[in-house]
């Protein structure tokens, strides 16, 4: 089984993110960057499935400029073959990636591809479903288990708003992972060592023949409106006291 | 401008977030029908006759629906799509697992997550787990659209709808239902409770998580969590409250053992009074409480419990 894996390099979760003084954007520069945490998931996936025989290449992509090439290799030093750069530094939207994932596609194809549910800078929630409706391949979203059996079948595991649900896809498929379908591991130093000297194949969107041109144009970008402040209460008795008389809420 | 509002059901009882879809599909400004897709749903079509502003319901009523798969939901909404300017769903698990798939059939970028609605091609959505709302203008011809329930007055129920028995589409046979295990409980639904108790990591056990549901209980409250809690396993999947989990804003939503991560705080800032219970006085949840009571949950939450039983 070939597995394609579709990583974003992204804004690091643990960064409180500035707005431009114009409303323009918000400012990424001198930002700590990372792998999108969802895709980190996905990367480890495809990796477990190798260690235990399920898979037997794991090729990571990435649709960005020059310096998304450090969380591919990132994912090389986590334990991927090798590394696609869909080389841009224009904004890429859901659809245009979704396509450019596509064009990888058709000359790899893999039998899965595994993509984060979400990447946590603009939190679409999009590229694997649009991925799979242009492939015409079924998709699995929000996966927290997945099992690929001898019958080029996975079975997986969803998460949804009331509970859990288990279904059976044909391959190739498309799967976008939830966050406990796994807990990632750290690239050890040799292995980062290691990941230098794999293969990392660059190729642009023009190349691919895909137009990215956005669809959406960003208007403007805004702080969200702020709380005004609380209070500390010193006891339960008062909590409860507020909760009734100011809050109104009891 | 004509909008179809993807309605969300079980195929007995439709979802109160469609309600709130309803109402952001008519701020579009043109008329709003609503697609019943399921099966045996013919109730759920009823219901949605009711919603004020709805001026047909298309009841799509087949087996091939019965679990809400993408591929057959998105050929059939792919469909419809000719007769409509604007399709529009919940931001919900299952509006997000279909309508991105919907708009890549017809080459349109999704506008995900809307908050408001500013002109019938301009929206406002949250971005980078809500410390930031971008506007955006779509300029593709036609709209597909998540709307956020909470961002959005639930409509009424005063319509009397027509409802319109459409064809079905077959089953493409790429995936296959198996099995869903829906969390059983009689207590309100998290994105449409009142008031909800959600607990953290500083519960500490799933056997002391049940300070949390008493007192949900006591108030007739939903139970939330938080990520670190459901990862813990104190508590399933479905209340995970956050920038990946559900969105929420009841009229009171209480914290306990909660730190308050910007991830956390994308489900919840939005509720009308915030209380906050953790012992750590510098937890970032306390600056967005409106109540904080610096105190330990193992103390605070059954003098709370008992002071609201008395
Ligand atoms: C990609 C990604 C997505 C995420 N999505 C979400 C999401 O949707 N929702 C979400 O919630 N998180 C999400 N997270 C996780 C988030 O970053 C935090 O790790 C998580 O919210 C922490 O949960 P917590 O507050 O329960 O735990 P902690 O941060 O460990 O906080 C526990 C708190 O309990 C307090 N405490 C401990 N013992 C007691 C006691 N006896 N009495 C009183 N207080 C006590 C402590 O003081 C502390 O403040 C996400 C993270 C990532 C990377």
């Known amino acids: 089984m ?31 960057m990372s792998m999108n945490p969802f895709d980190e998931i996905a990367v480890e996936e495809a990796i477990r499935w190798k260690e235990q025989g399920k898979a037997n290449e794991v090729i990571v992509l990435s649709i960005g400029p020059q310096s998304a090439q450090d969380t591919l290799r990132t994912a090389l030093a986590m334990g991927a073959d090798r590394a696609i750069l869909v080389k841009t530094d224009d904004e890429v939207q859901p659809l245009a990636v979704a396509k450019l994932i596509k064009a990888v596609a058709k000359t790899e194809a893999p039998d899965v591809i595994l993509l984060g549910k979400q990447a946590i800078d603009d939190d679409s929630n999009q590229t694997g479903q649009m991925l799979a409706a242009l492939l015409g391949w079924p998709q699995g979203t929000f996966v927290s288990s997945a099992t690929p059996d001898e019958n080029h079948r996975i079975t997986v595991i969803r998460e949804i708003d009331g509970g859990l649900e288990t279904l059976s896809l044909v391959c190739p498929c498309v799967l976008t992972t939830d966050l406990r379908l796994n807990e990632p591991r750290y690239a050890s130093l040799p292995n980062i060592m290691k990941a230098k000297k794999k293969p990392l194949d660059v190729t642009t969107p023009a190349d691919l023949g895909v137009d990215t041109t956005p669809r959406l144009t960003l208007l403007k970008v805004e702080e969200p409106p702020t709380r005004k402040a609380g209070m500390i209460v010193g006891s339960v008795s008062e909590l409860v006291e507020k909760l009734k008389n100011e809050a109104k809420v009891l | 401008m004509r909008a179809l509002v993807i309605a969300e059901h079980d195929n007995r009882h439709i979802k109160p977030a469609t309600h709130a879809t309803v109402t952001a599909a008519l701020q579009l400004g043109g008329t709003v029908d609503i697609l019943v897709a399921g099966t045996r749903c013919a109730a759920v079509a009823d219901q949605a006759a009711k919603i004020t502003g709805v001026g047909k319901v298309l009841l799509a009523d087949d087996a091939v629906f019965a679990e809400f798969l993408a591929e057959p939901l998105s050929t059939l909404i792919v469909g419809l799509a000719e007769d409509y300017d604007a399709l529009v769903a919940a931001a919900s698990a299952a509006g997000k697992n279909i309508m991105p798939r919907v708009a890549a059939f017809l080459d349109v970028q999704q506008v995900s997550d809307v908050i ?31 709307a956020r329930a909470t961002a959005f007055e639930a409509a009424t129920e005063t319509g009397t709808a027509v409802i319109e028995a459409i064809p079905t589409v077959s089953d493409p046979g790429l995936s296959r239902f198996l099995e869903r295990r829906v969390t059983e409980s009689v207590r309100p639904e998290l994105t449409s409770a009142r008031v909800i108790v959600a607990g953290g990591r500083g519960i500490g056990s799933d056997s002391a998580f049940s300070l949390v549901s008493q007192l949900a209980d006591i108030l007739g409250g939903a139970v939330g969590a938080s ?71 193992f103390e605070a939450v059954p003098e709370l419990i008992d002071s609201l039983n008395a």
Do not use: C, E
């Open chain 2, 227 to 297: 990520r670190a809690a459901v990862d813990a396993g104190f508590i399933p999947n479905d209340a995970q409250v956050g920038q990946t989990g559900k969105i929420v804003a009841p009229d009171l939503y209480i914290a306990v053992g909660i730190s308050g991560a910007i991830q956390h705080l994308a489900g919840m800032k939005d509720s009308k009074v915030i209380v906050a219970i953790n012992k750590d006085g510098d937890a970032p949840i306390f600056q967005i409480a409106d109540y904080g009571l610096v105190a330990d949950v």
């Open chain 2, 116 to 146: 408001a609605v500013v002109s019938p091609d301009t929206f406002v959505r949250p971005i980078y787990a809500g410390n930031a709302l971008a506007t955006v203008r779509s300029n593709d011809k036609k709209r597909v659209i998540t």
């Open chain 1, 2 to 32: 070939k597995v394609l894996v579709a990583v974003k390099r992204v804004v690091d979760y643990n960064v409180k993110i500035r707005i431009k003084a114009d409303k323009s954007g918000v400012d990424t520069a001198n930002l700590k």
